[in-house]
């Protein structure tokens, strides 16, 4: 039997309606289980203090489903990429302090290592030459292209 045969009998048969009654049995039960989900260890003073944090928690529950949705299509290597990311502070953060120190104790080049870098760059200046600015490339001309004999297609008339 092919899928167009199995819709037309489909089609054919009546549908038939569920019972009222059975719609609001059927919501009192899931409202049941769903309250009892939420608090079944509550005495009724505490559960009236959760219903004060009730706001908070669907809050929270909606942040997750928007987070676990944007995530959905891998969150293994999303979870990945922040385990690495948590890595790499904590490296950056233990090991901030020793850089300002190192450059604390670094002492500047003495004024005749100075000297001599610049008297090495002098010597070389006059054994290369100095280098020539590049000189600015003059636009080519352009080749002149045929004209159209060919009229605006609408006039102001």
Do not use: Y
Request: with cysteine; aromatic share 6%.
């Amino acid at each position: 039997m092919n899928f167009d045969a199995f819709e037309q009998c489909l089609q054919r048969q009546p549908s038939r309606t569920i019972p009222s009654e059975w719609r609001a049995e059927m919501l009192s039960a899931a409202k049941a289980a769903s309250t009892a989900a939420h608090a079944p260890h509550l005495n009724p003073e505490h559960r009236r203090d959760a219903r004060r944090f009730q706001h908070g928690r669907s809050l929270l529950s909606t942040f997750n489903s928007q987070l676990s949705t944007l995530l959905w299509p891998s969150p293994a290597a999303w979870a990945g990429l922040a385990a690495i990311w948590v890595v790499i502070l904590v490296v950056n953060s233990t090991s901030g302090g020793g850089t300002k120190e190192l450059a604390r104790k670094i002492t500047p080049p003495a004024p005749e290592a100075i000297a001599a870098w610049k008297e090495q760059e002098r010597l070389l200046t006059e054994l290369i030459g100095r280098p020539e600015a590049p000189a600015a490339d003059r636009p080519k001309p352009v080749a002149p292209r045929p004209r159209s004999e060919r009229q605006n297609g609408f006039s102001l008339a």
